[in-house]
């Protein structure tokens, strides 16, 4: 028999009802899968409908977590097998290497630093770049760095280990193992969240082939402050170019290298290289001349259900993505007072508490248009702009109209692992691949001793996963505790 | 204390928050050559894990004994900072916080030059204030392990059988004759499908049973003094009347269907209200075969700017039972936005679209008209108006807060929004707390909810009481004003003014603070003629000197 309990998922609906445990004196062991807590929430960039800036309402409970007497945090860690019953669960756990030792690792960052391996970097939905060895965001809690081992030169069998060398802390371990551990728990909490859709698979809209075309979450990082642009509002299209240009500009130095070094040992003929760098000049021009006409990003469109209500993908409403929209919008204009938006919706689902008013607000005093209409087609004019076709319910016109960005309110949809964990724990999942539970018991699933809340339930906004959290917190609080 | 200052002063990048508008390393130096100042460190987050263990490090390789923070705001990471010095084996309170970023980086982002001065100015003055802090202790008292939850509907019944269960005794107060709350009257519950009758009927059996559990139906709260743990409530109950002690409170004192004089051509009889149907439903005494739903009557109207949240899901949950007794019934909803959020309501929404239900949508500017048997509308698929026969109009009208909300507010001193429902300490993150301490939240009191939310909302509400009912004592700070005795000439200056009524003239005379039960607002501070009131934290030396500072640049 245990007292404690495990939380599974350390986005915000796992810590809120880990603090709320902790809080009352329960022992609570937080797992997450990624190298830091924070979930969805730690990407966004402010909040609707009070425009609080995201990570720093949600930073200060990070940070609790981990100084909590009562909690234990297993990040960077998954769930293998589940066997018992409510009261007495035995839990087998694996804790995935992160070759860094993480009581002696002081997240100086030097290490990354001096990394030679770059790549996506996957907190910011791809946009921006981080090293093989990185810390997930700069909040990240524990606040410690990790080896990504299917990039890492030293795992491909390469020469490397400049981490190690740097390293004053002696944090570096490449001999670090995965450890399967088991823990006995008297009741889990679901709160694995959720996935956001990937809309490449709605060849219609163009996402994947049409450069200015990104999802909501990912526009909340070109937004954020510590995102890939330091929330600088600029479009891929743009960025790509300016990443062609610096590609180029490295290339033309190597060039012109190159040719001194044949001028100087005299040596054949020079016209190669010579030929080579005019070349390069003249396509560094031509990029330059295409990144002076895209101009800023003036023109923004957000289109709604994307993957959501409809029967083709997902008959779900996503529950928020009115609302992120209309706060996109809004939060757009702080980055360029010349910004205009347009949202594209089928119903304007603003039906929480003040998100009437902050729906009202967007247009009164942010000039935000808003178009009754599902978006039928993206593509592109003959500047390589994206397109909008979609049928203006109110005007009965089919409207085409160019955008700078076009945004994506995606379908909330159940995270990968959900079904994985539905066969190992044993619970059911609802129509639509969510944790399913009791219609009198809104956190029970069919599962004894197993609860849920957040987004692992459904789609749901902050408030709700908060308070579904404490609601799963009081149900797992009496099963421990033996009384319920 | 005769120990020599030495003050640290940690300057936050906020990444580029701060960093971007202001030159760190510039404020750094300009710091260092500040009177008492030992060191000066930049942080890229000064609440990262890094950036506290920096302070804590720099406390002891510098034997500091102040500690500054310039960064955000202290309405969030305060707390945090202080914890930190905590840690550092520094008095919490020997801490003082500047918030160079939303005083200066961003309102001043236009101008640098000048966000960097005021920067300058704003540490100095900290500076200056923290060479006057003093060390302030934290205070304990008992925790009365018992909960009063007002209000009975499936929120308050919800919260208290869930405090019992978990072994605290809970006191239940109903204004009304009965228990049940909003649900006695309605027919069922979608899309469990239960006999709301039923789903209450448990719960009041369940309370009744309860030896942990005392309910007081007909009981009106009349007062509420005291703090978090230790509550002092008094209530009537006919003609008795009530005092206890609780430690904590829950509000669950739900919310009322607006009745819509006026609106649509409501009778009661042809035009009637959704909570109207449902007696019918109940009582299977339907005949219309023409029936008109019209959304949003007397919500998102200028003087009730609010989405009620539930009425489309009820009226489509109506939709489908009527279609249940009535097989060949031809039923109409005119709407402005269907709000089926999630999957289980858009499911919902779908099946009645397969029912035969039509939607039609209305607009503002172009309302239904309710006439004699019939319903005008502008289609705007169709670009004209069209009639609906319609043998019986349901209007579904917003939830709304009840007359008593303003009073209940005054009681408990805890805050009402523009629409009167009770407003949570914070919109995001504390949906179910009251900034007040030990004060919880649920149900339509907060805002319009399904039962399911409601009972989610309950549950939470309770795991938030646990939190204080599963100590002994609670430790409070003491930033709370105290009266010098020997300064005080009994004047009732402080007892006029203190909003949450806590100064009293004691035995000898003289008036007293209870520093549990002070708010720390300082308006007695302020407002003592005799300046017989200090506030440690805000000392009178501490702003004069902060003031000096400012005026010396």
Same mark, same amino acid.
């Given at each position: 028999?245990?007292?404690?309990?495990?939380?599974?998922?350390?986005?915000?609906? *796992?810590?809120?009802?880990?603090?709320?445990?902790?809080?009352?004196?329960?022992?609570?062991?937080?797992?997450?899968?990624?190298?830091?807590?924070?979930?969805?929430?730690?990407?966004?960039?402010?909040?609707?409908?009070?425009?609080?800036?995201?990570?720093?309402?949600?930073?200060?409970?990070?940070?609790?977590?981990?100084?909590?007497?009562?909690?234990?945090?297993?990040?960077?860690?998954?769930?293998?097998?589940?066997?018992?019953?409510?009261?007495?669960?035995?839990?087998?756990?694996?804790?995935?290497?992160?070759?860094?030792?993480?009581?002696?690792?002081?997240?100086?960052?030097?290490?990354?630093?001096?990394?030679?391996?770059?790549?996506?970097?996957?907190?910011?939905?791809?946009?921006?770049?981080?090293?093989?060895?990185?810390?997930?965001?700069?909040?990240?809690?524990?606040?410690?760095?990790?080896?990504?081992?299917?990039?890492?030169?030293?795992?491909?069998?390469?020469?490397?280990?400049?981490?190690?060398?740097?390293?004053?802390?002696?944090?570096?371990?490449?001999?670090?193992?995965?450890?399967?551990?088991?823990?006995?728990?008297?009741?889990?909490?679901?709160?694995?969240?959720?996935?956001?859709?990937?809309?490449?698979?709605?060849?219609?809209?163009?996402?994947?082939?049409?450069?200015?075309?990104?999802?909501?979450?990912?526009?909340?990082?070109?937004?954020?402050?510590?995102?890939?642009?330091?929330?600088?509002?600029?479009?891929?299209?743009?960025?790509?170019?300016?990443?062609?240009?610096?590609?180029?500009?490295?290339?033309?130095? %190597?060039?012109?290298?190159?040719?001194?070094?044949?001028?100087?040992?005299?040596?054949?003929?020079?016209?190669?290289?010579?030929?080579?760098?005019?070349?390069?000049?003249?396509?560094?021009?031509?990029?330059?001349?295409?990144?002076?006409?895209?101009?800023?990003?003036?023109?923004?469109?957000?289109?709604?259900?994307?993957?959501?209500?409809?029967?083709?993908?997902?008959?779900?409403?996503?529950?928020?993505?009115?609302?992120?929209?209309?706060?996109?919008?809004?939060?757009?204009?702080?980055?360029?007072?010349?910004?205009?938006?347009?949202?594209?919706?089928?119903?304007?689902?603003?039906?929480?508490?003040?998100?009437?008013?902050?729906?009202?607000?967007?247009?009164?005093?942010?000039?935000?248009?808003?178009?009754?209409?599902?978006?039928?087609?993206?593509?592109?004019?003959?500047?390589?702009?994206?397109?909008?076709?979609?049928?203006?319910?109110?005007?009965?016109?089919?409207?085409?109209?160019?955008?700078?960005?076009?945004?994506?309110?995606?379908?909330?949809?159940?995270?990968?692992?959900?079904?994985?964990?539905?066969?190992?724990?044993?619970?059911?999942?609802?129509?639509?691949?969510?944790?399913?539970?009791?219609?009198? %018991?809104?956190?029970?699933?069919?599962?004894?001793?197993?609860?849920?809340?957040?987004?692992?339930?459904?789609? !749901?906004?902050?408030?709700?996963?908060?308070?579904?959290?404490?609601?799963?917190?009081?149900?797992?609080?009496?099963?421990?505790?033996?009384? *319920? | 204390?005769?120990?020599?200052?030495?003050?640290?002063?940690?300057?936050?990048?906020?990444?580029?928050?701060?960093?971007?508008?202001?030159?760190?390393?510039?404020?750094?130096?300009?710091?260092?050559?500040?009177?008492?100042?030992?060191?000066?460190?930049?942080?890229? $987050?000064?609440?990262?894990?890094?950036?506290?263990?920096?302070?804590?490090?720099?406390?002891?390789?510098?034997?500091?004994?102040?500690?500054?923070?310039?960064?955000?705001?202290?309405?969030?990471?305060?707390?945090?900072?202080?914890?930190?010095?905590?840690?550092?084996?520094?008095?919490?309170?020997?801490?003082?916080?500047?918030?160079?970023?939303?005083?200066?980086?961003?309102?001043?982002?236009?101008?640098?030059?000048?966000?960097?001065?005021?920067?300058?100015?704003?540490?100095? !003055?900290?500076?200056?204030?923290?060479?006057?802090?003093?060390?302030?202790?934290?205070?304990?008292?008992?925790?009365?392990?018992?909960?009063?939850?007002?209000?009975?509907?499936?929120?308050?019944?919800?919260?208290?059988?869930?405090?019992?269960?978990?072994? $605290?005794?809970?006191?239940?107060?109903?204004?009304?004759?009965?228990?049940?709350?909003?649900?006695?009257?309605?027919?069922?519950?979608?899309?469990?499908?239960?006999?709301?009758?039923?789903?209450?009927?448990?719960?009041?059996?369940?309370?009744?049973?309860?030896?942990?559990?005392?309910?007081?139906?007909?009981?009106?709260?009349?007062?509420?003094?005291?703090?978090?743990?230790?509550?002092?409530?008094?209530?009537?109950?006919?003609?008795?009347?009530?005092?206890?002690?609780?430690?904590?409170?829950?509000?669950?004192?739900?919310?009322?269907?607006?009745?819509?004089?006026?609106?649509?051509?409501?009778? /009661?009889?042809?035009?009637?209200?959704?909570?109207?149907?449902?007696?019918?439903?109940?009582?299977?005494?339907?005949?219309?075969?023409?029936?008109?739903?019209?959304?949003?009557?007397?919500?998102?109207?200028?003087?009730?700017?609010?989405?009620?949240?539930?009425?489309?899901?009820?009226?489509?949950?109506?939709?489908?039972?009527?279609?249940?007794?009535?097989?060949?019934?031809?039923? $109409?909803?005119? $709407?402005?936005?269907?709000?089926?959020? /999630?999957?289980?309501?858009?499911?919902?929404?779908?099946?009645?679209?397969?029912?035969?239900?039509?939607?039609?949508?209305?607009?503002?500017?172009?309302?239904?008209?309710?006439?004699?048997?019939?319903?005008?509308?502008?289609?705007?698929?169709? *670009?004209?108006?069209?009639?609906?026969?319609?043998?019986?109009?349901?209007?579904?009208?917003?939830?709304?807060?009840?007359?008593?909300?303003?009073?209940?507010?005054?009681?408990?001193?805890?805050?009402?929004?523009?629409?009167?429902?009770?407003?949570?300490?914070?919109?995001?993150?504390?949906?179910?707390?009251?900034?007040?301490?030990?004060?919880?939240?649920?149900?339509?009191?907060?805002?319009?909810?399904?039962?399911?939310?409601?009972?989610?909302?309950?549950?939470?509400?309770?795991?938030?009481?646990?939190?204080?009912?599963?100590?002994?004592?609670?430790?409070?700070?003491?930033?709370?004003?105290?009266?010098?005795?020997?300064?005080?000439?009994?004047?009732?200056?402080?007892?006029?003014?203190?909003?949450?009524?806590?100064?009293?003239?004691?035995?000898?005379?003289?008036?007293?603070?209870?520093?549990?039960?002070?708010?720390?607002?300082?308006?007695?501070?302020?407002?003592?003629?005799?300046?017989?009131?200090?506030?440690?934290?805000?000392?009178?030396?501490?702003?004069?000197?902060?003031?000096?500072?400012?005026?010396?640049?």
């Amino acid at each position: 028999m245990s007292k404690d309990v495990l939380v599974i998922g350390g986005g915000i609906a *796992g810590i809120q009802a880990c603090l709320d445990l902790a809080d009352q004196g329960i022992t609570v062991y937080l797992l997450e899968r990624l190298p830091s807590i924070g979930g969805k929430m730690a990407q966004l960039d402010k909040t609707f409908p009070t425009n609080d800036c995201s990570i720093c309402i949600m930073g200060p409970k990070l940070f609790e977590v981990e100084r909590h007497p009562n909690t234990h945090l297993l990040t960077y860690s998954e769930v293998e097998a589940v066997d018992g019953e409510a009261g007495n669960f035995m839990v087998k756990i694996k804790k995935k290497a992160r070759y860094i030792d993480e009581d002696k690792c002081t997240a100086c960052g030097l290490c990354a630093e001096k990394c030679p391996v770059i790549v996506p970097d996957q907190f910011n939905m791809g946009l921006g770049t981080r090293r093989a060895i990185y810390k997930y965001f700069p909040q990240g809690i524990p606040s410690v760095y990790t080896i990504d081992d299917s990039v890492c030169r030293v795992f491909q069998g390469k020469k490397c280990k400049i981490c190690a060398k740097i390293c004053e802390a002696e944090a570096i371990d490449y001999e670090q193992k995965d450890i399967v551990f088991e823990l006995n728990v008297g009741a889990i909490i679901v709160a694995t969240g959720f996935e956001v859709f990937d809309p490449s698979d709605i060849k219609s809209y163009g996402y994947g082939t049409i450069a200015d075309v990104i999802t909501a979450l990912e526009f909340e990082r070109l937004l954020n402050a510590s995102g890939p642009t330091r929330g600088h509002l600029e479009r891929p299209s743009s960025l790509n170019i300016k990443a062609e240009i610096k590609q180029t500009e490295k290339k033309i130095k %190597k060039a012109k290298a190159r040719l001194k070094s044949l001028e100087k040992k005299n040596q054949g003929s020079t016209d190669e290289a010579r030929k080579t760098l005019a070349a390069l000049d003249e396509r560094l021009s031509g990029l330059k001349a295409k990144e002076a006409a895209l101009g800023d990003v003036k023109d923004i469109a957000f289109v709604q259900c994307v993957g959501s209500r409809d029967l083709r993908y997902n008959a779900h409403c996503c529950s928020y993505g009115c609302m992120h929209s209309v706060k996109e919008a809004i939060v757009s204009t702080e980055h360029g007072s010349e910004i205009r938006s347009t949202i594209f919706f089928t119903d304007m689902r603003a039906y929480g508490k003040e998100f009437h008013e902050y729906f009202l607000r967007g247009g009164a005093e942010y000039g935000i248009q808003f178009v009754r209409g599902r978006v039928a087609e993206i593509n592109q004019d003959d500047h390589g702009r994206p397109v909008i076709w979609c049928e203006d319910m109110d005007a009965r016109k089919v409207k085409k109209l160019p955008f700078d960005l076009i945004v994506l309110a995606t379908a909330c949809v159940p995270s990968k692992g959900i079904e994985k964990l539905a066969n190992i724990m044993g619970f059911d999942s609802d129509q639509s691949g969510f944790v399913k539970t009791d219609p009198n %018991k809104p956190t029970t699933t069919s599962a004894k001793g197993i609860f849920v809340c957040g987004c692992a339930n459904g789609p !749901m906004d902050i408030p709700s996963s908060v308070s579904m959290a404490s609601a799963a917190a009081s149900m797992a609080a009496q099963t421990v505790k033996g009384l *319920g | 204390m005769n120990t020599e200052l030495r003050i640290g002063v940690f300057i936050c990048h906020c990444g580029i928050n701060i960093a971007g508008v202001l030159d760190i390393k510039g404020l750094c130096e300009y710091a260092k050559a500040l009177p008492n100042v030992v060191t000066a460190q930049a942080n890229l $987050f000064t609440c990262a894990e890094t950036g506290t263990s920096a302070i804590k490090k720099a406390v002891k390789d510098n034997n500091l004994n102040r500690v500054v923070v310039a960064a955000c705001t202290p309405r969030t990471h305060e707390p945090l900072f202080r914890a930190s010095c905590k840690e550092a084996g520094i008095n919490p309170f020997l801490f003082e916080m500047v918030n160079i970023r939303e005083h200066c980086s961003w309102v001043h982002r236009h101008n640098k030059d000048a966000a960097q001065a005021k920067a300058g100015d704003l540490i100095r !003055m900290a500076v200056a204030k923290a060479a006057f802090l003093e060390p302030i202790e934290t205070f304990k008292s008992k925790v009365e392990p018992l909960t009063l939850v007002i209000g009975s509907g499936i929120a308050g019944m919800t919260s208290a059988l869930a405090l019992a269960d978990q072994g $605290f005794e809970v006191i239940l107060i109903e204004k009304e004759e009965n228990m049940g709350g909003l649900l006695r009257h309605l027919h069922k519950i979608a899309p469990a499908n239960v006999a709301a009758s039923e789903l209450i009927e448990e719960k009041i059996a369940a309370i009744k049973k309860n030896k942990r559990i005392k309910y007081f139906t007909s009981a009106i709260l009349e007062e509420v003094t005291g703090y978090v743990g230790n509550f002092s409530v008094r209530f009537s109950c006919g003609n008795d009347s009530y005092t206890c002690k609780v430690g904590v409170i829950i509000v669950a004192t739900g919310g009322i269907p607006l009745r819509p004089e006026g609106l649509f051509n409501y009778d /009661g009889k042809n035009v009637i209200t959704q909570s109207e149907l449902e007696i019918k439903l109940k009582k299977r005494d339907i005949e219309a075969k023409s029936i008109v739903m019209i959304q949003c009557a007397g919500a998102r109207i200028p003087e009730r700017n609010y989405c009620s949240r539930i009425c489309c899901m009820v009226a489509i949950k109506n939709c489908l039972y009527l279609k249940d007794i009535i097989k060949d019934a031809k039923i $109409f909803v005119l $709407f402005r936005d269907i709000q089926a959020y /999630g999957v289980e309501n858009e499911a919902l929404l779908l099946k009645a679209r397969e029912a035969g239900v039509r939607f039609i949508r209305y607009r503002p500017d172009t309302p239904p008209v309710v006439e004699n048997g019939k319903v005008k509308i502008y289609h705007p698929a169709m *670009g004209k108006e069209i009639f609906l026969p319609a043998d019986l109009v349901v209007l579904s009208t917003p939830i709304v807060a009840h007359d008593d909300a303003e009073s209940i507010s005054r009681i408990l001193k805890v805050p009402i929004n523009g629409n009167k429902f009770f407003l949570e300490a914070h919109a995001k993150l504390s949906p179910l707390d009251f900034a007040f301490n030990g004060i919880y939240l649920c149900g339509n009191a907060r805002y319009p909810a399904t039962v399911r939310e409601a009972t989610c909302q309950a549950l939470g509400a309770a795991s938030r009481a646990c939190i204080t009912l599963s100590h002994d004592t609670i430790e409070r700070v003491g930033t709370v004003a105290s009266v010098q005795e020997e300064l005080c000439s009994t004047c009732f200056t402080c007892i006029k003014v203190c909003p949450y009524n806590v100064p009293y003239i004691n035995e000898r005379g003289r008036a007293e603070i209870e520093p549990m039960q002070c708010q720390g607002c300082g308006i007695c501070v302020a407002e003592c003629p005799a300046e017989a009131i200090e506030f440690k934290y805000i000392s009178d030396k501490q702003i004069m000197a902060a003031c000096e500072a400012l005026l010396a640049s």
